[in-house]
């Protein structure tokens, strides 16, 4: 928001730092009082015309006809800047930045995501579509005309202690680190580690050789998209049917069928502590359970009737848009 504000600040007092040396001038050299100096340097700067209050000297005009020329110059800036807040829109872009920056100070348990490029805009939607808050950082100020209204933002160099601190990066949960740079990811996922000990840091990198360095700093989980991205395409070559499922899985594939994953504290309580075979998912909802993350055992993809679901467990299901509705109005806590 400071950044946004210093044309227009350094306009302003451009004009205030013009408007005392006409004040001086006419006071000095010409003997005026201080109303009739303030007429005098008032209708100079407007070039307005109108009478002087009296017959200038020799010296007065000398100092009058630079002082027009000098303010010439700063009068078309002054008109510029102002103009350029209220017909280009960035009297609406600091409202926004203020509001933005309201928002974040509130937020806790949020998501935040450095860089707004095409993994970091993907990302963005994916917490959206879920309801997950999140906040987005990155250093490019013209970023924020590409941000949606309804996306909290903030304009900083994630690198920094300060700006990670801004968008609460010590009241986070997650931090998802996408801009295209390995090095400065590298040291993103060092402070936000130092800042936050607790806190999920998923990485971009670009080249294997960074992988490591990312995990050693602190890194969660590393993405690499070239990579996947080349796995995907070969793939479809080799597995086309497992991948067509797997697009399905993701909702990618324009169908209505998505993933839910549910943990065991999401449940109500009549289905904790419940075998598959008792929660009965598919006969009550039309669900399938595709697997269950067991605090223990780790992930068990295509799990038995006899899986047991107990603390810090997650069940992770399949369903229409229609049949997980179901599930999450029969075994989700707080919803009707």
Not at 229 to 232: A, I, T
């Given at each position: 928001m400071n950044k946004q504000l210093e044309s227009l600040i350094g306009a302003f007092l451009l004009f205030i730092i013009s408007l005392g040396i006409g004040l001086a001038?006419?006071?000095?050299?010409?003997?005026?009082?201080?109303?009739?100096?303030?007429y005098m340097?008032?209708?100079t700067?407007?070039?307005?015309?109108?009478?002087?209050?009296?017959?200038?000297?020799q010296a007065g005009r000398i100092f009058t006809s630079f002082y027009i020329l000098m303010n010439l110059g700063l009068f078309a800036y002054v008109v510029s800047v102002v103009s350029s807040y209220f017909f280009e829109g960035k009297l609406k872009s600091i409202f926004k930045s203020y509001k933005s920056s309201m928002e974040i100070s509130k937020l806790s348990g949020h998501v935040i995501v450095c860089g707004f490029g095409r993994n970091g805009r993907r990302a963005c939607e994916e917490l959206q579509k879920s309801g997950r808050e999140f906040v987005i950082i990155d250093n490019k100020a013209e970023i924020q005309e590409l941000i949606p209204e309804s996306?909290?933002?903030?304009?900083?160099?994630?690198?920094?202690?300060e700006n990670l601190k801004t968008v609460g990066i010590?009241?986070?949960?997650?931090?998802i680190i996408t801009t295209p740079s390995d090095a400065s990811n590298v040291f993103i996922t060092l402070t936000a580690r130092h800042l936050n000990e607790d806190i999920k840091i998923i990485v971009r990198a670009s080249n294997i050789e960074t992988e490591e360095k990312l995990y050693r700093a602190g890194a969660d989980k590393v993405i690499m998209p070239d990579m996947l991205?080349?796995?995907?395409m070969a793939q479809l070559v080799t597995k086309p049917i497992v991948i067509e499922f797997l697009d399905l899985l993701n909702g990618v594939s324009g169908t209505s069928y998505h993933l839910e994953?549910?943990?065991?504290?999401?449940?109500?309580?009549?289905y904790q502590d419940k075998t598959l075979r008792e929660l009965n998912i598919p006969a009550k909802t039309g669900a399938i359970v595709?697997?269950?993350?067991?605090?223990?055992?780790?992930?068990?993809?295509?799990?038995?009737?006899?899986?047991?679901?107990?603390?810090?467990?997650?069940?992770?299901?399949l369903g229409s848009d229609e049949t997980l509705k179901k599930f999450i109005k029969e075994y989700k806590r707080g919803l009707l």
């Open positions: 001038g006419f006071s000095f050299i010409e003997d005026l009082e201080f109303v009739n100096a303030l340097t008032i209708i700067v407007g070039t307005v015309g109108f009478t002087e209050v009296k017959e200038l000297s996306m909290r933002w903030y304009i900083g160099d994630a690198t920094q202690d010590e009241r986070a949960s997650t931090i991205g080349g796995m995907f994953e549910v943990g065991y504290e999401e449940l109500k309580s009549q595709l697997g269950v993350k067991d605090n223990i055992k780790g992930l068990i993809p295509g799990p038995s009737a006899d899986t047991f679901i107990g603390i810090d467990d997650h069940l992770i299901v």
